[in-house]
């Protein structure tokens, strides 16, 4: 690939590469120095002979397998790099699941819900309040597949774990916010929310 | 590499064609990665007649793909600042001009190695008097910067030691700028006797930090105090303002930023470098930096050049002086 057109291309991903870094360091600050380090190592001399596009031929847009999620690798990269550079080793989800791909992933059941009149805004404000609670590690992935819309294997791709343990953050994630709105008496009567079997609550 | 690595897709199949195998079989993750389109045809197929006796099952699954688009809008999508965007905009003109220099440079050496015997190669003694002239004319210029303090050609920077530049530029004149103002400063500038200062920054960085001695120079320089900070790359840091008197008797906020030399950039010692930052100019701010005792210091400020060059020698900072 020419050297212009990878340039266009790792910088029409620079909003998304900007909110992965915002969603990972939390800090604006952080958040654009760890951008700037991603763009650093991207326009480094000799990075475009060894980028490969591993996009869909149909889909070279979207970035999905290809320029994003490869400047996604980076990111995640440089961020917990830094983290470990300063000591401040994050809590490991291995205190929750096994990291290997074999590992049983938890039979937990969706609720069920009768949809009626919503509302929404209520939803997602109490959405947007557990979703700040979560660990980096489940904010991270939640992220990359709520609002990126990346598949399993490009998350786990990104972020160099099996996809089991994708599935298992993933789970994890969804199970803190189905959590966090069946906490919530009225959206669980707005969105008649119940449990179909009792839930075991050992995490 | 393994076998994932390889394949992801077909490792994806697997596991998931895996979970179909479990006894009691695990319907909730099923009905996720069903809710995400992670199942192939056939895999649906076969979720459609495992579900078929149970009637909350659908239900299940459109909760999962309600909550799906629920994340993504309570998910904050904020846009790249354009201030970052016009950084990161330069940084690939940076690069491409790096890019050309390095392709430049190869030209030349390789031109180099081909020329002519030049005429200073012919004889010996030719050879000899070129050296000592080279020598006289070194000393000559190194001596002529050194007196004078004369900008010396600018040193090239790698692609990530320009970006550092950038972020350590815009960190300090940002720290600078809202330690200017007294409450911001009270609370982080704690310590306002230098000395006590200099011991306590000593003693973090486990190497000696030299300070200008106030006492004898009250008429051009006043400590207004120091405490933590965080510059980037570096793991302590200090923050340290003066307010210096320029010639009219006016008082300008002077911040140092004391660390151990993160190495990141090229700096000699007995140098000192005035630092590119686009932050800084744009700010009307002069940014130094020269590392002495293994201790890198920041000077930035908005005084002129000559209060500038003051508090350098104040800080007895070298005066041999480069652009970076």
Request: charged content about 25%; hydrophobic content about 40%; some cysteine.
């Amino acid at each position: 690939m020419e050297r212009d057109k990878f340039e266009q291309l790792a910088l029409e991903h620079l909003d998304a590469v900007y909110r992965m870094a915002l969603h990972l360091a939390r800090k604006p600050e952080e958040a654009e120095e760890l951008v700037q380090e991603v763009y650093a190592r991207a326009f480094r001399s000799g990075t475009i002979e060894r980028f490969e596009d591993k996009s869909a031929p149909d889909d070279m847009l979207s970035g999905s397998g290809g320029m994003r999620s490869w400047l996604f690798a980076i990111c995640h990269n440089v961020f917990y790099t830094r983290i470990k550079k300063q000591s401040r080793q994050p809590t490991s989800v291995d205190s929750f699941y096994d990291e290997s791909s074999t590992e049983s992933l938890p039979d937990e059941a969706p609720p069920v819900w009768n949809q009626g009149d919503l509302n929404w805004e209520h939803v997602d404000g109490r959405l947007k309040s557990a979703i700040d609670d979560l660990k980096d590690e489940y904010r991270e992935v939640l992220m990359l597949w709520g609002v990126d819309g990346l598949k399993y294997r490009e998350i786990a791709e990104i972020i160099e774990v099996p996809i089991g343990t994708v599935m298992s953050r993933l789970h994890r994630a969804r199970k803190l916010l189905a959590d966090s709105l069946m906490g919530d008496e009225d959206i669980v009567n707005e969105l008649g929310l119940r449990f179909h079997q009792a839930t075991p609550e050992a995490e | 590499m393994s076998n994932e690595q390889q394949h992801p897709e077909h490792a994806q199949e697997a596991f998931l064609d895996a979970l179909f195998e479990e006894s009691p079989i695990n319907l909730a993750a099923l009905l996720r990665a069903c809710a995400d389109g992670e199942l192939n045809e056939q895999q649906c197929e076969r979720l459609k007649k495992v579900i078929a006796d149970r009637p909350e099952a659908p239900s299940q699954h459109d909760f999962e793909q309600a909550l799906r688009g629920c994340c993504s809008r309570a998910m904050d999508k904020p846009q790249c600042p354009k201030a970052l965007r016009d950084r990161v905009t330069s940084m690939a003109a940076t690069a491409v001009a790096a890019d050309q220099d390095a392709y430049a440079q190869q030209i030349e050496d390789s031109n180099s190695t081909t020329r002519n015997r030049s005429f200073w190669a012919r004889t010996p003694a030719m050879g000899i008097a070129a050296a000592v002239l080279l020598s006289v004319a070194g000393v000559l210029v190194w001596q002529s910067a050194s007196i004078f303090g004369v900008l010396s050609p600018s040193t090239p920077l790698n692609i990530e030691q320009a970006s550092y530049s950038e972020r350590v530029g815009q960190f300090v004149l940002g720290e600078h700028k809202r330690c200017c103002n007294d409450d911001a400063a009270e609370a982080k500038l704690i310590q306002h006797d230098i000395s006590q200062a200099s011991a306590y920054f000593s003693q973090q960085f486990e190497r000696p930090v030299r300070l200008p001695q106030m006492e004898e120079n009250q008429e051009q320089i006043r400590f207004y105090g120091g405490g933590d900070c965080h510059v980037p790359e570096t793991i302590q840091s200090g923050h340290l303002r003066f307010d210096a008197i320029d010639p009219n008797g006016e008082a300008i906020s002077v911040s140092l930023f004391i660390a151990p030399d993160p190495g990141v950039l090229p700096l000699e010692e007995g140098v000192t470098y005035r630092l590119s930052s686009s932050a800084c100019d744009a700010a009307g701010a002069r940014l130094f930096v020269w590392v002495s005792g293994g201790v890198q210091y920041l000077l930035v400020s908005e005084a002129s050049d000559k209060t500038c060059g003051d508090v350098r020698d104040l800080m007895d900072a070298p005066r041999r002086i480069k652009q970076i």
